[in-house]
């Protein structure tokens, strides 16, 4: 069987300065999630924990995508090459999200 190799979009950018798996602005989780059951592009991956977590050898990738009304959302997978992920109020977005 011959697998294919899946390039996901990065995730260039993380203000989310209080999230385990922020280090100086950089997500190292190896892929996160964004989108919550209201269609809100949050990313479901942030968390805050007395530890850090991911890997400081690599830069998060883009896992899923639930917002389908994305323009860079094809069948639940970001096609954008990259992304940035901030706060906005008091939840963590994905600020490339731009809605069809």
Same mark, same amino acid.
């Given at each position: 069987? =011959? %697998?294919?190799?899946l390039? %996901? *979009?990065?995730?260039?950018?993380? &203000? /989310?300065s209080? !999230?385990a798996y $922020?280090t100086?602005?950089?997500c190292? /989780?190896? /892929?996160? %999630?964004?989108? &919550?059951?209201?269609?809100?592009p949050m !990313?479901?991956?942030?968390c805050s924990?007395?530890?850090? *977590?991911?890997?400081? $050898?690599?830069?998060? *990738?883009? *896992?899923a !995508?639930?917002?389908? =009304?994305?323009?860079?959302?094809a /069948?639940?997978?970001?096609?954008?090459?990259?992304?940035?992920?901030?706060? %906005?109020? &008091? =939840?963590? &977005?994905?600020?490339?999200?731009t809605?069809q």
């Amino acid at each position: 069987m =011959e %697998t294919t190799k899946l390039r %996901t *979009g990065q995730v260039k950018k993380c &203000d /989310a300065s209080q !999230c385990a798996y $922020n280090t100086e602005h950089q997500c190292h /989780a190896l /892929a996160i %999630t964004i989108g &919550d059951e209201q269609n809100h592009p949050m !990313c479901d991956t942030y968390c805050s924990a007395s530890v850090k *977590g991911g890997d400081l $050898n690599i830069m998060a *990738g883009v *896992g899923a !995508c639930k917002i389908s =009304e994305c323009v860079f959302n094809a /069948a639940l997978e970001c096609q954008s090459p990259e992304i940035v992920v901030g706060p %906005t109020g &008091d =939840e963590v &977005d994905c600020l490339t999200f731009t809605a069809q």
